[in-house]
Structure formats: C-alpha cells, structure tokens
C-alpha cells in the first residue's frame, strides 16, 4: 500500500488528510494519508525511515521552507519561489530521492486565470508570508506586474497608508494573503481604501473559512468580480497527485 502524508506543525484540522482519504475510499486506490505533526524538521527523516512506503508529501506551516535543505532536487517553480509544499519520494538504486515542488502556484493560477481581463494588467498582493511568495510568481507567470503591500515599510512595497486613488486605479487586482477575516474572527478585514474599487477591480482572497469574506463582500458591494481560495485548494491537491503520479 502506498503512504502519503502531510509534515507540518501544529495540525488541527487537514484538509488533506480527508480529500485524500475520501479519493482513496471513493476512487478504489489502495493507499493511506496520514498527519506527521513534527514539532521541528529535523524529524523528517525519522519519518522516512520509519515509513518506508511513503512516496509522497505535503508539507505545510512551518516548514514550506525549512524542508528545503533536506530535498535533493527542487522543480523550477519551487526553486524561483523559495517554497515547497509537495515532495515526490522516489527510490533510486536503494536511496531516497526527494524532490520539492510547489503546486500552490498551479492551483492559483488555474484559478484566477479565467477571471482575468483586459484592465487586470497590476496587481496588490497583501501580506508578505509563505503564501504570497507563490502567488507572486503565479501572477508574473500570468504576464502580471505585481508588488506587495506590508503593514511596515520596506524598500519595493507599498505600506497600506500609501494606497492612494491613484494607486487603486492602476492596480485592479488584489490578492489577500494575510489571515485577517478568518473565522471565528470573520469580522475582520484588510485594511485598504475600499471607496476606491470598482466594477474593474477583482478581488481574491485566499480565505475560504467564511464563504465570503467581508474582503470579497466589500468589493462586492463596489460591484467588483470577487472570489475566495476554495477552488485554488481544490486544484493545488489535484496538482499534488499529478505530481506524485507522474
């Protein structure tokens, strides 16, 4: 049977674990997904030996790029973003081969690619964590300028005092990469100048714990195009059993 797993720390609810299970139960694939909670990374391979049939895993919070130095090849995407959240495990003349990829950037892309129009030609990605570096590159793939807003000042980002009419107007796309609006704290939301959006504008917000964020539903009510993460969760899963399967 073969093993697949997810390292992180700590883990309350996966979601992988129960997508893959249920695919695994529904789909007739005699395999397993399990939880490694690891309190630190250096426990990986301890987890490998143990579990010689594992042949591929998820990585999330905080190791996306702790693992790194631990994996013996990186894919392109994972190398230019600086983050690994899939490893396929493969077995070479009696070695563990372990190679990183990203398949946070395929689920994104895949998913705002079809809203995209002619005017979506900037974007504003809040928050500088894990999550952005991957949607930063997801954009640029998607022929996109994109620069990050921070709630402290950095050289190449804008902070969330700077963002101006003028601003708002040139960069119609916004992507949230922060938790703020998360359940339970659904009452929360970026702070940006929503008088400022427009029907023009598309709002994405990487949450999908609300349905709506009050993020999306305040660009809503400005009449722009808005969309939450579920369907990028979806996809970067498929994407990781490509991945695993290939």
């Known amino acids: 049977m073969n093993k697949f797993g997810l390292i992180g720390y700590p883990l309350g609810h996966s979601f992988s674990k129960n997508f893959f299970n249920q695919k695994f139960q529904s789909e007739n694939i005699d395999a397993e997904y399990v939880n490694f909670e690891i309190p630190s990374i250096d426990q990986l391979p301890n987890i490998l030996l143990s579990n010689p049939d594992l042949t591929g895993l998820n990585v999330t919070i905080p190791y996306k790029e702790q ?63 894990g999550a952005s570096k991957a949607i930063y590159h997801g954009l640029r793939k998607l022929g996109l300028e994109a620069k990050f807003v921070s709630r402290t000042a950095r050289e190449g980002m804008f902070t969330y005092e700077e963002l101006t009419k003028e601003v708002m107007d040139e960069y119609k796309v916004i992507v949230n990469c922060t938790p703020v609006g998360m359940y339970p704290r659904a009452n929360e939301y970026p702070n940006i100048p929503y008088e400022y959006i427009t029907p023009n504008h598309l709002l994405y917000d990487l949450l999908y714990n609300p349905d709506t964020t009050l993020f999306m539903k305040k660009g809503a009510d400005k009449g722009a195009v808005v969309k939450n993460g579920l369907e990028m969760l979806l996809l970067q899963a498929f994407a990781a059993w490509d991945i695993w399967n290939e």
Not at 83 to 90: E, L, Q
Not at 109 to 127: V, Y
């Open 67 to 129: 693992v790194i130095p631990y994996l013996d090849e990186l894919d392109p995407d994972a190398k230019a973003i600086g983050a690994v959240n899939v490893i396929k495990i493969r077995k070479q003349k009696g070695k563990l081969k372990l190679i990183g990829y990203n398949s946070d950037i395929i689920g994104f892309s895949d998913s705002i690619e079809p809203l995209l129009e002619a005017q979506h030609k900037k974007a504003l990605i809040l928050g500088t964590g």
